[in-house]
Nanobody, 118 residues
Framework: QVQLVESGGGLVQAGGSLRLSCAASGSIISIFRISVMGWYRRAPGKERELVATITSGGNTNYADSVKGRFSISRGNAQKTVYLQMNSLKPEDTAIYYC?????????WGQGTQVTVSS
């Protein structure tokens, strides 16, 4: 089992920046076997979509809509994942969810609200 706690959301003006953090905890084997960490978001009235992922090997993947503006990174021991969001746009407004994959299972955080005002 893996538990995820997100932080860092909030209200920001267009063009501003926010940094999201997600801390993973749980059994040693589950943390050790985390293969992918990532961020997803759900905007009002829309389906949840991938924002960015990072593998245990450090490979990253970004949605086209955030390339060049967002950056995903991991802390030591793969217990923390960050999402640096720059040049934010009103269309980035959404609930952002942390996700990890460990031993074939998906785990989700509770979500953190990001609101970008125009």
């Amino acid at each position: 089992q893996v538990q995820l706690v997100e932080s860092g959301g909030g209200l920001v003006q267009a063009g501003g920046s926010l940094r999201l953090s997600c801390a993973a905890s749980g059994s040693i084997i589950s943390i050790f076997r985390i293969s992918v960490m990532g961020w997803y978001r759900r905007a009002p009235g829309k389906e949840r979509e991938l924002v960015a992922t990072i593998t245990s090997g450090g490979n990253t993947n970004y949605a086209d809509s955030v390339k060049g503006r967002f950056s995903i990174s991991r802390g030591n021991a793969q217990k923390t994942v960050y999402l640096q969001m720059n040049s934010l746009k009103p269309e980035d407004t959404a609930i952002y969810y942390c996700n990890v994959v460990s031993r074939g299972a998906d785990y989700w955080g509770q979500g953190t609200q990001v609101t970008v005002s125009s």
